[in-house]
């Protein structure tokens, strides 16, 4: 039975933290904890899920490996939106991963001690390492990104998607893990989100003349994303991070870069991550400069990573560009103010529906309708 956690940090106990870090950290026990901070709904970058800081005190005859200082994400509650129903198949989904696939992936990525969901509920529990500890600087559109750093995070990319290029595992032990067209995430992307999301198109004007000036409209977007889907899974599958905008990121010192928030994880084609990776992590003027290039590289690092059949250029270039239709309809459309501020989301849907005007992506989608 899962540990049913709460949506707000000072309803936590000493029991309920032990329960799920027994699970994933045999022989640990925390014989104390102190909730640092914690935020919720409209606090500095909520969005999906509510956050605190914990510092722990463990028990004598633990690890002596495991972090003091950890984050714990929790489902939001009363302080916002009741999104625990409507989003619980992203928390379920993320506690999946960290649950059955954080020790085999091979890249950086938040270490975790211990996972739960409650289906009953839609609440959840994960308890992640404080990456500051580790120097981790987390980047937005806000800041300035290096090509550097981005060629670190594209090899990051490029090592996931090397390690499940192909896999007969997707029909075997790693059948659950889901996919754009079928499962939990995308009955909420697709089903539930649109209504959403043409209602962030409706009342809020920046969105809608964005849209306007794409010459296209909430549901041409939708139809041209499920055409996208459609198309892609004829092509060669792998595992994605499904949500690797820059501000899902974090930079280590020597240009190393890891993932963070998982939720949106599924099996697809390798550039979905890589297009939105590239179209937010660089300015417009940059990306425009450097895009090719870095596609070469990432295409490079699949190959020094033993994958024999990966694109030519001409091809992942194609596919890049119409990747931006979901990246500009569920990447940030779907996205309120009220997670990220105004000038991050702004910011973003500058960079994604400039990218989606220079790639030609209403033409590359039309092809695949």
Same mark, same amino acid.
């Given at each position: ?13 000493? %029991? ?12 640990a026990?925390?014989s ?6 914690? =935020? ?13 800081l914990l ?9 002596? #490996?495991?972090?003091?200082?950890? +984050?714990? =994400?929790?489902?939001? *509650? ?5 999104y ?20 085999? +992936? *091979? ?16 609440h959840?529990?994960l308890?992640l390492? #404080? ?13 300035? /990104?290096?090509?550097?750093?981005? $060629?670190g ?15 007969d595992r997707?029909g075997? #032990? ?11 995430v995308?009955?909420?992307?697709? *089903? ?8 962030? &198109?409706?009342? /809020?004007?920046? =969105?809608?003349?964005? /849209? ?8 041409q ?10 198309? $892609?899974?004829?092509?060669p599958?792998?595992?994605? @991070?499904?949500d690797?905008?820059i ?6 010192p ?12 599924v099996?697809?084609?390798c550039?979905?991550? /890589? ?5 937010? !992590? ?7 400069q @450097?895009?090719?290039a ?6 490079? $690092?699949l190959?020094?990573?033993?994958? !024999? ?5 001409? !091809? !992942?270039? =194609?596919?890049? *560009? ?7 309809? &569920?990447g940030?459309?779907?996205t309120?103010?009220?997670?990220y ?5 702004v ?5 994604l529906?400039?990218?989606? %005007?220079? @790639?030609d ?6 092809? &695949?309708?």
């Open positions: 039975m899962a540990a049913v956690f709460p949506t707000e940090a000072s309803g936590l106990s000493l %029991e309920l933290l032990n329960a799920i870090v027994a699970e994933q950290c045999p022989g026990r925390l104390g904890f102190e909730v640092l901070q914690a =935020k919720s709904y409209g606090e500095q970058m909520v969005s999906t899920a509510g956050r605190a510092e722990l005190r463990y028990a004598p005859g633990s690890p002596s #490996d495991l972090p003091t200082r950890v +984050i714990l =994400k929790l489902a939001l *509650g009363e302080n916002g939106p009741d625990a129903n409507i989003v619980g198949a992203l928390y379920a989904n993320e506690v999946e991963f960290y649950r059955r696939l954080r020790g085999e +992936i *091979g890249v950086e990525a938040p270490r975790t001690l211990g996972a739960s969901y409650d289906p009953a509920s839609s959840f529990g308890l390492e #404080d990456l500051t500890v580790r120097s981790a600087v987390f980047p937005n559109v806000l800041r300035e /990104v290096t090509l550097a750093q981005v $060629q995070l594209l090899s990051t990319l490029a090592t996931l998607h090397a390690r499940y290029w192909r896999s997707f075997s #032990d790693l059948s659950w893990v889901q996919t754009h067209r079928e499962g939990g995308a009955q909420l992307l697709y *089903g539930l989100s649109p209504a959403f999301i043409q209602h962030q &198109i409706d009342t /809020v004007s920046f =969105k809608r003349e964005m /849209v306007q000036r794409l010459r296209t409209t909430g549901p977007m939708l139809a041209g994303v499920l055409a996208l889907h459609r198309h $892609q899974a004829r092509l599958q792998t595992l994605l @991070h499904g690797s905008h501000g899902n990121t974090y930079l280590l020597g240009a190393r870069g890891g993932l963070v928030d998982w939720q949106l994880m099996r697809g084609h550039m979905h991550d /890589v297009s939105y990776l590239i179209t937010t !992590a660089l300015s417009i003027e940059a990306r425009r @450097h895009e090719g870095l596609l070469h590289y990432y295409l490079d $690092q190959r020094a990573r033993g994958v !024999a059949d990966p694109p030519d250029f001409e !091809a !992942a270039w =194609k596919e890049m *560009g119409r990747c931006l239709v979901w990246g500009v309809y &569920i940030w459309l779907t309120p103010i009220t997670n501020g105004w000038e991050i989301n910011m973003n849907h500058l960079r529906t400039t990218a989606y %005007e220079d @790639h992506t209403s033409r590359l989608v039309a092809e &695949i309708l």
